[in-house]
């Protein structure tokens, strides 16, 4: 993790095991590449790495097309973790569902609209789901 020594005086720290160590010093305003622990107890802050989206052909990122809420995220999170809890789901059948399906209001309408669509490729998975949302 990078961090910034932000103050005035040099801040020394050990990388390396007791016995086989190495002593290194961190200057003022020097930007340095050392695990959190490290930084966190000599006291330099943390720096922002800013993430870099890649654009794709029509020039607007492939995340804002998707999701257009800021709640988007959390709402797919909290239905991941319901499909999971579902006794008998697991993470690759979550996985193909949520391609399948992005949001739970997605799910829902299309169960309710075409009952006997398959939901995921497995019809015990099919059942447990659709048991689920007691549809």
């Known amino acids: ?3 910034k020594n932000y103050t005035k005086e040099n801040k020394k720290y050990r990388l390396g095991s007791m016995k086989d160590c190495i002593w290194k010093t961190a200057r003022p305003g020097e930007t340095v590449d050392i ?8 006291g330099l802050k ?4 800013e993430i870099v989206e890649e654009k794709n052909d029509s020039g607007s990122s492939k995340d804002s097309e998707e ?5 988007d995220f959390r709402e797919t999170e909290e239905f991941k973790k319901f499909l999971i809890s579902i ?4 993470k690759k059948s979550t996985e193909d569902i949520l391609n399948k399906y992005h ?4 799910l829902i309408i299309s169960m309710k ?4 669509e398959d ?17």
Not at 35 to 42: A, F, M, R, V, W
Not at 46 to 49: N, T
Not at 67 to 71: Q, V
Request: charged share 35%; hydrophobic share 25%; no cysteine.
């Open 1 to 3: 993790m990078k961090f």
């Open 35 to 42: 695990p959190e622990h490290i930084g966190d107890q000599i």
């Open 46 to 49: 943390k720096i922002q790495e």
């Open 67 to 71: 999701s257009t809420n800021p709640g």
């Open 87 to 90: 006794k008998g789901v697991g």
């Open 103 to 106: 949001t739970e209001k997605e």
């Open 113 to 116: 609209e075409n009952p006997e």
């Open 119 to 135: 939901v995921h490729k497995n019809d015990k998975i099919d059942n447990l789901v659709k048991k689920a949302y007691e549809l």
